[in-house]
C-alpha cells in the first residue's frame, strides 16, 4: 500500500521559510493529497489539500498567502512550500493521501499518513 516519508522539518526563525517534502512509495496519481499539522496539546488541523490530477487547492484560510502546496507526479511527490513563518505554526506537519479524487479537508478522508516532520518557528 501507499507509504509516505515526510522531510524538510527543522528550527527556523520567524519570517524565514521551509519546504517539506512527501515521498511516496506507490503511485498516489489517483488519490488527493494533503499536508495536516498538530501542535502540541490541540488537534489535528488541515494545512493544505490538492486533487490527484493537481490542478485544484484548499487551505486554511489563515495560511493562505504563505504556504503552497503542490505535486510532482514524475517524482511523486507532495511538497509544501511555507513562507513567513510564524510561530504559531510550529507543530508536527503530516502528509496524507486521500482515496478520493478532490480536495478533502478533514482527517477521516485521508486513508494513508506519514510520520511526521516537526517544524519549529522561534520568535
Known amino acids: 500500500q501507499v507509504q509516505l516519508v515526510e522531510s524538510g522539518g527543522g528550527l527556523v526563525q520567524a519570517g524565514g521559510s521551509l519546504r517539506l517534502s512527501c515521498a511516496a512509495s506507490?503511485?498516489?496519481?489517483?488519490?488527493?493529497m494533503g499536508w495536516f499539522r498538530q501542535a502540541s496539546g490541540k488537534e489535528r488541523e488541515i494545512v493544505a489539500a490538492?486533487?490527484?490530477?493537481?490542478?485544484?487547492?484548499y487551505y486554511r484560510y489563515s495560511l493562505k498567502e504563505r504556504f503552497t502546496i503542490s505535486r510532482d507526479a514524475a517524482e511523486n511527490t507532495v511538497l509544501l512550500q511555507m513562507n513567513g513563518l510564524k510561530p504559531e505554526d510550529t507543530a508536527v506537519y503530516y502528509c496524507?493521501?486521500?482515496?478520493?479524487?478532490?480536495?478533502?479537508?478533514?482527517?477521516?478522508?485521508?486513508?494513508?499518513w506519514g510520520q511526521g516532520t516537526q517544524v519549529t518557528v522561534s520568535s
Open positions: 496524507a493521501a486521500s482515496r478520493f479524487l478532490a480536495t478533502q479537508t478533514a482527517p477521516g478522508a485521508y486513508d494513508y
Open positions: 490538492v486533487n490527484s490530477i493537481g490542478g485544484s487547492t
Open positions: 506507490g503511485r498516489t496519481g489517483s488519490y488527493a
